[in-house]
């Protein structure tokens, strides 16, 4: 990469913190932002031009006035603040200079999370071996679990951990497909210990996300590595444990007693949603409301969020925050992909970014249909890095022919 200065240093601080410390990833955002304002003060001019302006603002705009509109004003605007996590998404479209910066930084990000899946990994044998030589009042705290230990690297909940592995996964799928085999070889070994460890974290919407990201590039490319890579997956699939298999038939099995507590919890939160239709209850208010409208056959009687990214949406901020919610993923998807389409077949380096973009978003948004992940700082927070990769890819690339889709490209 070519001279280093400190910006590139706290972008690199900020992509590798995503993979193990919101608290890291933060403070590398925050300096990166007073690093930058001198700059972004020169390019004022050109900053409402940027992509996607309208829908975070409506966004941003439904849920100041959702939680203003709440019955605990104070504690809403509180949970508002994943709003300030949208800087990540312009910081890195602003600041990260071209495709060769971005794919280095999306490489330092694929080598932390493959240690961090190591780390994953022995957690999971430590907690199910237990050596004599170590147990003690430490490894009860570290391993304290309701049913089997599932694997929460250096999160403290193995669903963002899963959150994270997934986009990290359909990231590294993306290199594999379009980028030379001698420049990516070593992401399939961490790709296959990722894989493992996201499946020993037992949690299905990270898989059907990573499954529904797979399908998605799959179906652009046909490439062999993307085969492979099934094939890997099938084999995770026969070597894990009973537990594991246990877990991935539960995912069809309407009579699974999580898979039908979530079915009543969406029941309560329809019902919400009918009694606060337009502004909702405001941000951070289900815990207050959800006992009044518990159903009867729920096994919990309070809930934070109700396991589902849109129907969270609309019922903290109402159908006014849906609907820009709404915009926002079908804005970003139709731009993103002719960015990705307009892109000429001999720029792999460009096509692996904007392909990454595009499956990790769509894993996320895959996988938060059946978990709150929207509401998961660690895993937003990388969610909306990653949505600037297809706009960094297609700043410089020349444009694919006309009858490759380049008339898309503009």
Known sequence: MRGTSARDLLLFAFFVSLAGSISAAQIALTLLFLAALPELWRRRAALPGLPLLGPFGALAGATLLAALRSGAVGWSLWESKDLLLIAAFYLVLLLVRDAEQATWLVAAFLVAVGLMALYGLGQVWLCHARPAALEGAWLERVCRTTWIFRAKGPFSIYMTFAGVLGIALLLLLAQLAYRPWRQVWWMAPAGLVGLVTLALTYSRNAWLGLAAGALGLFAARRARPILLVAAGLVGVLLLLPGPFQARVRSIADPADPTVRERWLMWQSGLAI?????????????????????????????????????????AVERGLLGFAAWGWLWIAYFRRAWRAARGLAPSRGRERALAWGGLIGVAGFLVAGLFEYNFGDSEVLMLAYAVMALPFIAAREAPPAPAEAGGADAR
């Open 273 to 313: 949603l009918r009694d606060h239709p337009l502004i909702g209850i405001g941000p951070g208010q289900v815990s207050a409301l959800y006992p009044a409208y518990r159903h009867p056959e729920a096994t919990k009687a309070s809930t934070g969020h109700l396991h589902n990214s849109p129907l969270q949406v």
